[in-house]
């Protein structure tokens, strides 16, 4: 657990903060199962264990923050009500937690939210309310919306309270693993706006201080990186990821003095390898985890030694929408060599066609679509372009395909 130079002073969350909101939360959220993952482990060469909030109630570790935030308001703040932005996790949680205590809830979504997410949040109670194009830009709306009705503003993550929530993850992962017999060395954690890691390295800086605890982001929408360097939180010009619940345009003030202190490292991982690792996630573990919440895990896939097992990983969420989830797994099998596209060009003659889909079943690969292409300058009179879409067993089945084909003198093009 690193100490950086404002560590001095008292942190604005400690161990007492968190293990306060542990009591509020009794009763309330489940102590969701820490699994091991015998793919991550051997990728890793050491046990990886896998805290999985995708199982929590509303599908996230956000009815943490929440519930913890919006127990504390005062009969005065409750009767006026909560607003809250979120691209969905934390509406789930507001909608969830108001319900429990008995308060009006108004969230406010980007105009592009997944609609799952939108549905969620509606049959938990709230009202919602698009917006934007980012929680960021909701966050403006919801703003705007607590100054001119008064609703208390419920931030993502930008509250000790919220932030003290979520570090009933860290609490519980410590304890779990210990249960299990195994000391933890590392801690990975999925990384938006910072109150989830800030919340589980304020746990952990006082009962395991030498776990190291490293973020992950999309390098696509990653705030901390520039902010960390710049020594304040940085705003990013644009943002572009499938990860849409960590798609957190500034940290926020209170955890990322948190995570320049208490966090040893924060990196960055691909869009390919977020496929990957929900794919993983899914086909070796049977858990439906979304593409921000598969995050940690996707920064073992990308660099499996750079972190001392035995790992915790937190996968935060499994709140994802069914065309994404689609579109992601499709991406997945690409990426692990389960999908192939290629285009050959042939005679255009009787039974070319069928002699190239004769090589492809010799080779032991499925055709999934075939098209062709007769009016390009690359072919001549006589000849034509075929495109395949074929399913594969991996990247050396893909490879030996490829070959096949070329070793039966078949024109490979792309």
């Known amino acids: 657990m690193s100490a950086g130079p404002g560590a001095a002073a008292a942190p604005p969350v400690g161990l007492d903060d968190v293990r306060a909101a542990a009591r509020l939360l009794e009763g309330v959220v489940r102590t969701t199962p820490l699994e091991p993952s015998a793919a991550l482990s051997e990728l890793v060469g050491g046990p990886v ?20 935030r919006m127990c504390r308001l005062s009969a005065e703040e409750r009767e006026r009500g909560v607003v809250a932005a979120s691209a969905g996790n934390h509406a789930q949680g507001v909608a969830l937690a108001a319900r429990l205590l008995g308060i009006r809830s108004t969230v406010w979504m980007p105009a592009g939210a997944a609609l799952p997410k939108v549905e969620a949040t509606r049959r938990y109670g709230a009202t919602v309310h698009q917006a934007g194009s980012t929680v960021d830009e909701a966050l403006v709306h919801a703003a705007a919306h607590s100054r001119a009705t008064g609703a208390v503003l419920i931030h993502p993550f930008d509250h000790r309270d919220v932030v003290a929530g979520q570090g009933t993850v860290g609490l519980e992962l410590v304890e779990q693993a210990a249960a299990a017999g195994h000391d933890l060395r590392t801690v990975v954690v999925c990384t938006g706006g910072g109150g989830l890691v800030a919340g589980v390295a304020a746990a952990l800086s006082a009962l395991a201080p030498g776990v190291r605890v490293v973020g992950a982001q999309a390098e696509g929408a990653a705030a901390y990186p520039a902010s960390l360097a710049a020594g304040a939180p940085v705003t990013l010009d644009r943002m572009a990821t499938m990860a849409d619940g960590i798609a957190i345009g500034r940290p926020g003030d209170v955890p990322f003095g948190l995570v320049r202190d208490l966090v040893d490292e924060v990196v960055t991982v691909s869009e390919e390898s977020l496929s990957r690792a929900l794919l993983l996630l899914l086909e070796r573990s049977k858990l439906l985890v979304e593409p921000a919440g598969a995050a940690a895990a996707a920064a073992l896939l990308e660099h499996p030694g750079a972190f001392e097992p035995p790992v915790a990983v937190v996968l935060s969420g499994g709140n994802v929408d069914p065309l994404l989830l689609l579109r992601v797994v499709r991406h997945g099998l690409a990426a692990a060599g389960r999908y192939l596209g290629c285009r050959v060009q042939v005679p255009d003659r009787p039974g070319a066609l069928s002699g190239v889909l004769a090589l492809l079943a010799e080779a032991d690969a499925n055709v999934l679509e075939v098209f062709h292409t007769r009016t390009t300058t690359t072919l001549a009179v006589d000849e034509v372009e075929i495109g395949l879409q074929l399913e594969t067993r991996g990247h050396e089945h893909a490879a030996a395909v490829l070959e096949a084909l070329a070793g039966a003198g078949v024109r490979v093009v792309g």
């Open 49 to 68: 264990l896998l805290k999985c909030e995708n199982l929590q109630h509303a599908g996230s570790f956000k009815i943490r923050g929440a519930y913890t």
